[in-house]
């Protein structure tokens, strides 16, 4: 039986994983890694390495992807929260463009699973908010690519009023806020 809790998302292939956790009186204690729960609750992925990066309130990353060598993403918070954006960019799938998101904290120990041929992307809703990305291809240097946060035709709700964010105090990095458009990706072509 797998140590993971596994909820399915509307969009096929985008999993949400929630340990099982033990504790006695002396401590709590998680699996966070294990290869066969993780090909038993459906991820079958190879990772070749981990990511981990702290960010204060407010910081609004993304829609991130890499066009060479994909990259599917575990994603895990061990400090604060987020809310986790996840765009399908499968030009096969019946979800392309759709996209789904999930707040992912150090208090509920939701674990996001991001196939490959997905952008995504983050806000941080607490100060302090370390999160940890396991990868199964490497970044390519100058190889990140995406699509604008605020796209008018992707139409995503970052939830800033349930989550108090004044968008005019959010921060975004120059690099993010000069990203291309969806329509300017052609469903065919955006895989190298």
Not at 27 to 43: Q, T
Not at 103 to 122: C, D, K, M, Q, T
Not at 149 to 159: A, H, K, Q, S
Request: charge should be negative; hydrophobic fraction near 40%; charged fraction near 30%.
């Amino acid at each position: 039986m797998s140590k993971f809790k596994v909820t399915e998302t509307p969009i096929k292939g985008l999993l949400i994983l929630e340990p099982t956790l033990h504790s006695d009186n002396h401590a709590l204690f998680m699996e966070e890694y294990s290869k066969e729960d993780l090909l038993e609750a459906g991820v079958d992925a190879e990772f070749v390495f981990e990511s981990n990066s702290k960010f204060a309130r407010g910081i609004l990353s993304g829609l991130h992807f890499q066009r060479e060598q994909t990259q599917g993403k575990l994603v895990r918070v061990v400090s604060g929260s987020v809310l986790y954006v996840a765009v399908d960019l499968r030009p096969d799938s019946r979800d392309y463009g759709a996209s789904w998101s999930v707040e992912i904290s150090a208090e509920n120990n939701r674990v996001l699973w991001v196939p490959e041929r997905f952008a995504h992307g983050f806000v941080t809703l607490d100060k302090g908010t370390e999160l940890v990305c396991n990868c199964t291809n490497p970044d390519v240097k100058n190889g990140i690519s995406g699509i604008v946060w605020d796209d008018t035709i992707l139409t995503i709700d970052w939830e800033f009023e349930r989550y108090e964010i004044d968008e005019k105090y959010l921060r975004v990095s120059d690099r993010d806020k000069r990203l291309p458009t969806f329509r300017s990706w052609e469903p065919r072509s955006i895989w190298l």
